[in-house]
């Protein structure tokens, strides 16, 4: 009898022997991923604690990326505007328009010393630039981007420059923030001076190179019937505006050209005066266009006369 017990005690061992077998030995499993129970959950919370804080440096690193951009646009550096970025935005504040507008014109001056010449006359309060930038900070809020504020900055110079500093507004019949309102200026689609038309208006000296800061609108000018305005040969500068296709001097001193520059950048150039060129039509002469020196207007791009 009791070897009949020890006989199914052994196979009961057995089996339970053959069963431990079967199963996956755990210790086993997690030392061939290299962890143990404790360090997985350690790693899982690291794992995630990584990962927010990762985020929240991206985040905080965009947030600085913005406020740095919004601190360029919108604030000068210093009253000078040798740090001011180079378009205003919808900034009403005078100081942001008088550096911004000083900015640019000390950088044309830098880059172009041959056009604007190497004397910065901003800094002379009583020369016609200086109250030419008086005049345009006095228009304030109704200044909305730097290309406004140049043009205005432009025209007042010019006025001031052929008036002799004498006339507040005597080429301009009137002086609202919209120029494209005055008498005098045309403006293209986008609002940027197209044509100037100062005829007749009794003005004396040189075409200043203030007018330069046009070239990437000005197709027309005319100042004929302003007869001591002038000199021996039209500013070479004018050769250099890209899209200026029509002058007309007659009636004034001027005399000639420097070179056939001007006349040599395309068959739709113009020029209504008394002396001799390529591209020179005579004053009171109709050319070939059925367009004559003597008409206000001016030819547009594409060759035809606005009136």
């Given at each position: 009898?009791?070897?009949?017990d020890?006989?199914?005690?052994?196979?009961?061992?057995?089996?339970?022997?053959?069963n431990?077998?079967?199963?996956?030995?755990i210790?086993?499993?997690?030392?061939s991923?290299g962890?143990?129970?404790?360090?997985?959950?350690?790693?899982?919370?690291?794992?995630?604690?990584?990962?927010?804080g990762?985020?929240?440096?991206?985040?905080?690193?965009?947030?600085?990326?913005?406020?740095a951009?919004?601190?360029?646009?919108?604030i000068?550096k210093?009253?000078?505007?040798?740090?001011?970025?180079?378009?205003?935005?919808?900034?009403?504040?005078?100081?942001h328009?008088?550096?911004?507008?000083?900015?640019?014109?000390?950088?044309?001056?830098r880059?172009?010393?041959?056009i604007?010449?190497?004397?910065?006359?901003?800094?002379?309060?009583?020369?016609?630039?200086?109250?030419?930038?008086?005049?345009?900070?006095?228009?304030?809020?109704?200044?909305k981007?730097?290309s406004?504020?140049?043009?205005h900055?432009?025209?007042?110079s010019?006025?001031?420059?052929?008036?002799?500093?004498?006339?507040?507004?005597?080429?301009?019949?009137?002086?609202?923030?919209?120029?494209?309102?005055?008498?005098?200026?045309?403006?293209?689609?986008?609002?940027?001076?197209?044509?100037?038309?100062?005829?007749d208006?009794?003005?004396?000296?040189?075409?200043?190179?203030?007018?330069?800061?046009?070239?990437?609108s000005l197709?027309?000018?005319?100042?004929?019937?302003?007869?001591?305005?002038g000199?021996?040969?039209?500013?070479?500068?004018?050769?250099?505006?890209?899209?200026?296709?029509?002058?007309?001097?007659?009636?004034?001193?001027?005399?000639?050209?420097?070179?056939?520059?001007?006349?040599?950048?395309g068959?739709?150039?113009?020029?209504?005066?008394?002396?001799?060129?390529d591209?020179?039509?005579?004053?009171?002469?109709?050319?070939?266009?059925g367009s004559?020196s003597?008409?206000?207007?001016?030819?547009d791009?594409?060759?035809?006369?606005t009136v």
């Amino acid at each position: 009898m009791m070897r009949n017990d020890e006989a199914t005690f052994q196979t009961e061992e057995k089996k339970v022997d053959d069963n431990d077998h079967s199963l996956p030995d755990i210790d086993a499993l997690k030392a061939s991923v290299g962890v143990t129970g404790s360090s997985a959950v350690k790693a899982h919370r690291c794992s995630h604690k990584c990962l927010v804080g990762t985020s929240i440096t991206q985040l905080l690193l965009i947030l600085g990326l913005i406020t740095a951009l919004i601190l360029l646009l919108f604030i000068p550096k210093d009253s000078q505007g040798d740090n001011v970025v180079t378009q205003l935005r919808y900034s009403t504040d005078t100081d942001h328009i008088r550096a911004s507008v000083v900015k640019h014109v000390r950088r044309m001056h830098r880059d172009h010393p041959e056009i604007m010449g190497d004397t910065y006359a901003l800094e002379d309060r009583k020369s016609p630039q200086s109250k030419a930038l008086q005049k345009t900070v006095q228009f304030g809020d109704k200044i909305k981007n730097l290309s406004m504020a140049i043009t205005h900055y432009t025209l007042w110079s010019i006025n001031y420059e052929l008036s002799s500093g004498t006339s507040t507004s005597g080429m301009w019949s009137n002086d609202d923030a919209d120029i494209c309102l005055w008498v005098g200026v045309r403006c293209n689609n986008e609002g940027k001076v197209a044509v100037l038309d100062i005829e007749d208006k009794g003005m004396e000296g040189e075409l200043p190179a203030e007018l330069w800061l046009l070239k990437d609108s000005l197709t027309g000018i005319s100042i004929k019937d302003n007869a001591n305005m002038g000199r021996p040969a039209l500013p070479t500068f004018l050769y250099k505006m890209p899209e200026l296709n029509y002058i007309n001097v007659c009636g004034t001193s001027y005399g000639g050209l420097y070179s056939s520059t001007f006349c040599e950048r395309g068959t739709n150039k113009r020029i209504y005066a008394d002396f001799d060129c390529d591209c020179c039509v005579a004053c009171g002469v109709i050319d070939e266009r059925g367009s004559s020196s003597i008409e206000s207007g001016y030819v547009d791009e594409d060759g035809d006369r606005t009136v």
